[in-house]
């Protein structure tokens, strides 16, 4: 699977656009000086959180969780070399949002809270984000855990335990059948 079918593939599944994708697909590092991450760093404590952020969306089961395929270290890659200044603000300042939203629901941090606590918050972000998508104008930013989510799910399903454990992989498929008889619960196919 190319780059842009997995962008393509992930966008279906959100149902729109991903932010940055457009960067990411002539190779991130553009020459413009509004796209890329114009001092912007992330700690390893902020791979780390957003590992958390990723696990609790994608949860390790009897397949690999989000932490497992390294998303939090794709998410700050995408961020800092494929996202607009505006974009990355909104991000970073998400990151705050989310750990001050933890610490009002919960009482404590986001890394503090139990597994059905960042559950609970991050379904209520979700709620909230989808209704500040369908209210918002054209030229408002997008909404920070939209963000989240998506490259979650982007970094995820183009990271190898993702493509290969979570998704049916076959490196060679062999001949091309247009018309396969599917089974209810099975694996949706990764493609090369």
Same mark, same amino acid.
């Given at each position: 699977?190319?780059?842009?079918?997995?962008?393509?593939?992930?966008?279906?599944?959100?149902?729109?656009?991903?932010?940055?994708?457009?960067?990411?697909?002539?190779?991130?590092?553009?020459?413009?000086?509004?796209?890329?991450?114009?001092?912007?760093?992330?700690?390893?404590?902020?791979?780390?959180?957003?590992?958390?952020?990723?696990?609790?969306?994608?949860?390790?089961?009897?397949?690999?969780?989000?932490?497992?395929?390294?998303?939090?270290?794709?998410?700050?890659?995408?961020?800092?070399?494929?996202? /607009?200044?505006?974009?990355?603000? %909104?991000? +970073?300042? =998400?990151?705050?949002?989310?750990?001050?939203?933890? *610490? &009002?629901?919960?009482?404590?941090?986001?890394?503090?809270?139990?597994?059905?606590?960042?559950?609970?918050?991050?379904?209520?972000?979700?709620?909230?984000?989808?209704?500040?998508?369908?209210?918002?104008?054209?030229?408002?930013?997008?909404?920070?855990?939209?963000?989240?989510?998506?490259?979650?799910?982007?970094?995820?399903?183009?990271?190898?335990?993702?493509? /290969?454990?979570?998704?049916?992989? %076959?490196? +060679?498929? =062999?001949?091309?059948?247009?018309?396969?008889?599917? *089974? &209810?619960?099975?694996?949706?196919?990764?493609?090369?």
């Amino acid at each position: 699977m190319n780059r842009r079918e997995a962008i393509s593939r992930v966008s279906l599944l959100l149902g729109g656009t991903i932010l940055g994708a457009e960067a990411f697909l002539a190779g991130c590092r553009q020459p413009d000086k509004n796209i890329g991450g114009a001092g912007i760093n992330f700690s390893n404590d902020d791979v780390a959180f957003l590992d958390e952020v990723a696990e609790t969306i994608l949860p390790a089961t009897d397949t690999p969780g989000a932490k497992e395929a390294k998303v939090g270290d794709f998410m700050t890659r995408i961020v800092r070399d494929c996202y /607009t200044e505006k974009d990355q603000k %909104v991000f +970073v300042d =998400g990151m705050q949002k989310l750990n001050e939203a933890s *610490k &009002k629901k919960n009482g404590h941090s986001f890394l503090d809270a139990s597994a059905q606590e960042r559950h609970d918050l991050l379904v209520d972000l979700d709620k909230e984000q989808k209704q500040y998508t369908d209210k918002k104008k054209e030229g408002d930013p997008p909404h920070y855990f939209r963000l989240m989510k998506e490259l979650t799910l982007w970094g995820y399903f183009t990271s190898e335990p993702g493509a /290969t454990k979570a998704l049916r992989y %076959v490196a +060679v498929p =062999g001949k091309y059948q247009g018309c396969i008889d599917y *089974k &209810k619960g099975e694996k949706a196919w990764a493609t090369t």
